[in-house]
């Protein structure tokens, strides 16, 4: 029997087709020449989970996701359909999660419960939320981003007023400022110099002197010890009396005094009686005129033979001029 062209190309192609669905097939990890036992999970959630994803217990893989289905018209879950490649017991209280890693493809992880009944092919799992590391980190990113946008609102705000602030007078009295707290500092470097700053000449000469004043600690150590000594000698002194003897003194002083200016005693007359002071005057006068005639005439008061006969001159009236006197 002859077979024709066209036949022998329609069986290549189908063979090319079957080869090409069972290699991709088994590159997926199915075996379709093995059955398969299916189970199923809700989840409200897929995320980024999609058909072929793993399915791991205790980070093993036993399974894939063999399809995703919406429960009803609603949306109110999704049905994964999980071909299970592994001959494994799973509890029926365990627990099914979708875990979305920083790198890679999500996967389906099923918690083990601890009861000692299993899934049987064609049972539900319970599901529940997984919060992924993406998860956390961003719930505690999301407060902070809050503040930092409030922050950059106050921040704007700041800004705004700032601006309203530095209008270009007060610029000028900022610039004038800082160049004022330059000025000032400069002037305060000048003054802190080591070598040349008015502050270090004080401290040398500060030093020069705390030096010279250790330098003569015994000579002041020998005037303070001679000071107590003058200051217990004067101590010892007997002040007191000697006050006392003053104060008597001035009162005896006083008692004189007071004598003096009264007119009863002699030295009151002598000093208060006009006419007596008069004719103490006209006596000392009197007196100077005879002593001065007693000079001129001597033989009219001693009458000896040998200065010859007696004097008859005129007798004196008033002094003689003593730088005519001989």
């Known amino acids: 029997m002859k077979i024709s062209n066209e036949t022998k190309v329609g069986v290549l192609t189908i063979s090319a087709l079957t080869v090409l669905i069972l290699g991709f097939n088994f590159l997926k990890g199915k075996d379709i020449f093995k059955k398969r036992k299916k189970i199923y999970a809700v989840f409200n959630d897929l995320g980024s989970l999609s058909k072929s994803n793993e399915v791991k217990i205790n980070g093993y893989v036993i399974g894939n996701v063999y399809a995703l289905d919406v429960k009803d018209k609603d949306m109110?879950?999704?049905?994964?359909?999980?071909?299970?490649?592994?001959?494994?017991?799973?509890?029926?209280?365990?627990?099914?999660?979708?875990?979305?890693?920083?790198?890679?493809?999500?996967?389906?992880?099923?918690?083990k419960g601890s009861s000692r009944k299993f899934l049987k092919p064609g049972d539900t799992l319970t599901t529940r939320v997984d919060v992924g590391i993406l998860d956390d980190v961003k719930a505690q990113l999301t407060p902070t981003l809050t503040k930092v946008r409030n922050s950059l609102d106050t921040l704007n705000t700041v800004l705004d007023n700032v601006n309203k602030v530095l209008n270009a007078g007060n610029r000028n009295n900022i610039e004038q400022t800082l160049a004022n707290l330059n000025k000032a500092s400069n002037a305060l470097n000048a003054l802190l110099d080591n070598q040349t700053g008015a502050l270090s000449k004080t401290l040398n000469n500060v030093q020069d002197i705390s030096e010279s004043l250790k330098s003569n600690t015994?000579?002041?150590?020998?005037?303070?010890?001679?000071?107590?000594?003058?200051?217990?000698?004067?101590?010892?002194?007997?002040?007191?009396?000697?006050?006392?003897?003053?104060?008597?003194?001035?009162?005896?002083?006083?008692?004189?005094?007071?004598?003096?200016?009264?007119?009863?005693?002699?030295?009151?007359?002598?000093?208060?009686?006009?006419?007596?002071?008069?004719n103490l005057k006209n006596v000392t006068l009197s007196l100077e005129i005879l002593l001065d005639d007693l000079r001129t005439h001597p033989k009219r008061y001693v009458n000896l033979s040998i200065f010859g006969r007696k004097d008859k001159g005129g007798a004196l009236t008033s002094p003689l001029p003593k730088d005519t006197t001989k």
């Not at 071909?83 to 509890?91: A, R």
């Not at 002041?220 to 000698?233: F, L």
């Not at 001035?250 to 008069?278: C, H, M, P, W």
Request: net charge negative; no cysteine.
């Open 76 to 111: 109110s879950g999704i049905v994964a359909t999980i071909n299970l490649t592994q001959e494994v017991n799973i509890p029926v209280d365990s627990k099914a999660l979708i875990s979305t890693p920083l790198v890679g493809a999500s996967y389906i992880v099923i918690e």
């Open 218 to 278: 015994e000579d002041i150590k020998a005037t303070i010890g001679n000071a107590k000594k003058a200051s217990e000698k004067l101590a010892a002194l007997e002040i007191q009396p000697a006050i006392d003897n003053l104060n008597n003194t001035i009162n005896q002083f006083k008692s004189v005094l007071a004598r003096l200016e009264k007119k009863d005693g002699t030295l009151g007359a002598l000093l208060n009686d006009k006419s007596l002071y008069n």
